[in-house]
């Protein structure tokens, strides 16, 4: 009985005949392919990174400190304004984030602008918000009026470049009520929403091109897919032949 | 904040009201799938489960890629891509990388055992009724917890294209899909499955072709021609001064640098490498514990063919996975302009076919591709479930001597059962469609994939092993799930950041699963030994 019931035995690691040892050689190794490509793939990504910052966090580093001390140049200003657009037009901030951010452009556009153009900034603004809260497509003509005018108004005192996509978010990115004052506790935010958004975890595999992808882009999004069908192929290709060789019939 | 208010936003032009085209291309699909559920329907129990075994390889691989590609690989994707970026990889690659893993370890080796539901290997496997019946209502579990996330896309579809609010949508889609269900069986499901599956990728990849070319990137390949629009995210698209392209809404092809969307774990996107490892983990483990996705493998003749229709599934699965990231990159393009305003990110694919300025019927046939893949997957899973319900707990445990004809009623008993209870959990809209999916996944991962890999691997994991391993893996859960509702209803229980940090709702199988399989192991080591017909079997007909 005792010999009996100890030759009916499975276990992966100890395999008992040699089908068996050579199944789960097998296994072993397309497991081992596949984890080291997937997960090792990103434990190289995490070793390597270095926290990169974009340049328009590079640019507000130099400026910050004049703008929170309100001892900024017109250029300083100019620049602070164009690293808080960068920031603002990533769709992913978050929207309390984003109204310390509009308060901060707001207030330095207001302090760039000369004294004619305050009153205008300000009453444009201000018209675009209540047509804004009014219209029901934004194809009305009147708001794409507004909109460009104070568009035009507020790219000119910022001096953004006729390129310059944050030239299309300056309209609607400004608050007539943050015009006056860069509130405390909005000011005390900026440097962490800067450092959230503006610096990256880069490397040299996020930073070489490969068929137009950043290469880790590449690799996780496409090529370990591949990877995923070929290994499934080969599995069931060296079993099939391992049957054939041993005419084993399944 | 008056600057970011609209009475109207562009995302409500979006959304617009009743769609015409769009909704005849819907109804005529859905009536195509109930046409082939009624020709090819279920004649007695064995067709209703097992499809009576008589799908070929490719043709199960084209209906385990039908069954699979749900609500959450054709919308959900796109989705968690679309706001978290290179964080969203995690589920393409977690999604796909589980099959690996399901043939290498499973999938001949299940078909060989031989039964039709998850429950049954395990009952039989673990010679308990009690672990037949837990299984049972495990398998009822993910099936339900699944679902979930389906019927949110199906709602979010029908919403689209009727018009008409999330919760009526919910509601006509779900009794639609139950309607089809009940009417087909497994066997039409199988053949729809493989209807479905044309219709999903054609309706996906189409909008791919037109977007690459009308934006300018190589275009015959859009699974490779959108590397450029990744990299042109990441440095920012300026306005163009010549020939300059337009979203849908009038708004110029550009904007500022969002190195977030591709760069790894970003601090902006509030994920973590931790939580890409755990999540792609539970994902792929999970996916060898589906007991949906377990139980194709018992519709095919032969190991060789289960394990053929693997690979096969897979291919056509990627074909799905590599394109849906492109939805994503071009949303985040055409989106960008604060004018567009919050649009909802699990119908970013159907938005961003639309902001792309595609023509609406071809829009339309997406947003019914959105349904079909849901339709298919739900089908499935509700099949999966009434199994479990009427075989599992109603005949093997409850009344043996059940009649066939019972056993039937009992599987559309069951189907009707969780289709409500899933319709109204899918009303309380609890997470994206992506994330409620991942759910199941870490729940299949942490009980049923512990019991497939020791019962068929290890012939010492014996009854006692495998319930302490399920109290182990059903603990985790527990605590995980329980601080997921809590948090979504604002309940704050002790110690909740670090359980959302280390145990989230989307993850835990990556120590829950481990947990269970070294429990199972432990207490099998020190309890009597499997019985010898049971390892006898296991030498003779699985490893044979």
Not at chain 2, 297 to 303: D, I, S
Request: proline share 4%; hydrophobic share 50%; aromatic share 12%.
């Amino acid at each position: 009985m005792d010999s009996n019931q100890n030759d009916y035995h499975i276990s992966f690691f100890k395999p008992t005949t040699a089908l068996a040892k050579w199944n789960r050689n097998l296994a072993i190794k397309l497991i081992l392919i596949w984890a080291v490509a997937v997960f090792g793939f990103q434990f190289l990504l995490r070793l390597i990174e270095k926290p990169t910052p974009e340049n328009a966090y590079v640019k507000y580093e130099q400026v910050w400190e004049n703008i929170s001390t309100e001892n900024a140049s017109i250029e300083e200003m100019q620049t602070f304004a164009h690293t808080s657009l960068s920031v603002l037009g990533k769709l992913i901030i978050k929207p309390d984030q984003k109204v310390s951010l509009s308060n901060a452009l707001s207030w330095v556009t207001y302090q760039l602008a000369d004294s004619l153009q305050k009153e205008s900034l300000f009453n444009q603004t201000k018209d675009l918000e209540k047509i804004r809260s009014e219209i029901t497509s934004i194809s009305d003509p009147v708001y794409l009026e507004a909109k460009n005018a104070l568009s035009n108004l507020a790219n000119s005192i910022l001096g953004l470049q006729k390129t310059d996509p944050r030239r299309l978010i300056v309209a609607l990115s400004l608050v007539s009520n943050d015009m006056e004052v860069f509130k405390a506790e909005n000011k005390a935010l900026v440097p962490t929403i800067m450092s959230t958004y503006l610096i990256h975890n880069q490397s040299i595999l996020t930073d070489t091109k490969f068929l137009g992808f950043p290469f880790h882009y590449f690799y996780t999004a496409v090529f370990l897919l591949i990877l995923f069908v070929f290994l499934c192929w080969l599995y069931c290709y060296r079993v099939d032949k391992k049957n054939v060789e041993l005419d084993i019939e399944e | 904040m008056p600057s970011f208010l609209f009475a109207a936003g562009a995302s409500t032009q979006l959304e617009g009201g009743f769609k015409l085209g769009p909704a005849i291309i819907l109804i005529t699909i859905l009536c195509v799938f109930v046409l082939v559920g009624i020709i090819f329907r279920a004649k007695d129990t064995t067709d209703f489960y097992a499809a009576g075994r008589s799908i070929s390889r490719v043709g199960s691989g084209m209906a385990i890629a039908s069954n699979w590609m749900s609500a959450a690989s054709f919308l959900g994707m796109a989705a968690i891509m679309y706001g978290s970026g290179y964080h969203g990889l995690a589920y393409v690659v977690g999604w796909t990388g589980g099959y690996v893993l399901l043939l290498i370890l499973m999938a001949g080796q299940i078909r060989k055992y031989g039964k039709y539901t998850a429950a049954d290997f395990i009952g039989d496997r673990y010679y308990s009724k009690g672990l037949r019946a837990t299984g049972a209502i495990i398998a009822i579990l993910i099936s339900i917890s699944y679902c979930v996330g389906q019927f949110g896309g199906i709602g979010l579809m029908f919403k689209w294209i009727l018009g008409i609010d999330y919760a009526i949508a919910v509601i006509i889609g779900g009794s639609v899909v139950l309607v089809y269900t009940l009417i087909s069986g497994m066997l039409g499901v199988t053949k729809n499955m493989q209807i479905q599956y044309v219709i999903i990728i054609i309706s996906f990849l189409i909008p791919l072709f037109i977007l690459t070319f009308k934006f300018d990137y190589f275009w015959l390949l859009p699974q490779i021609g959108y590397g450029s629009v990744v990299s042109d995210i990441v440095s920012g698209i300026p306005i163009a001064e010549t020939t300059q392209m337009f979203n849908a809404l009038g708004h110029e092809y550009a904007m500022v640098p969002a190195p977030e969307f591709a760069m790894p774990w970003d601090s902006a996107t509030g994920q973590t490498f931790f939580q890409w490892m755990a999540i792609a983990f539970s994902l792929m483990v999970g996916t060898a514990g589906l007991p949906h996705v377990i139980q194709r493998f018992y519709v095919v003749p032969k190991a060789r063919d289960a394990r053929w229709s693997v690979v096969w599934g897979l291919f056509f699965i990627c074909i799905l996975y590599w394109s849906a990231p492109v939805y994503s990159a071009f949303g985040k393009i055409l989106s960008a302009n604060p004018e567009v305003g919050k649009l909802s990110k699990d119908a970013i694919v159907v938005y961003t076919a639309q902001l792309g300025g595609i023509n609406p019927l071809i829009v339309g046939l997406l947003a019914a591709g959105g349904v079909s893949a849901a339709f298919s997957t739900v089908s499935g899973l509700l099949v999966a479930g009434a199994s479990a319900f009427s075989h599992d707990l109603y005949v093997k445990v409850l009344y043996p001597e059940a009649s066939p004809k019972k056993q039937l009623l009992m599987a559309r008993v069951g189907t009707v059962v969780m289709a409500i209870i899933v319709t109204a959990i899918a009303l309380l809209k609890l997470g994206l469609i992506a994330q409620l999916v991942a759910v199941a996944f870490s729940l299949a991962g942490c009980t049923i994939f512990p019991l497939f890999l020791l019962g068929i691997w290890w012939s010492g994991s014996n009854k006692q092993g495998a319930i302490a391993g399920l109290i182990a893996g059903g603990l985790v859960s527990l605590i995980a799930i329980t601080y997921f509702v809590a948090g979504v209803k604002g309940v704050d229980l002790p110690a909740s950041a670090f359980v959302a940090k280390w145990l989230g709702a989307w993850f835990f199988a990556w120590i829950g699963a481990p947990l269970a399989i070294l429990v199972n192991i432990v207490v099998s080591l020190i309890t009597p030994e499997t019985p010898i017909e049971i390892r006898k079997f296991l030498v003779q007909n699985v490893h044979s």
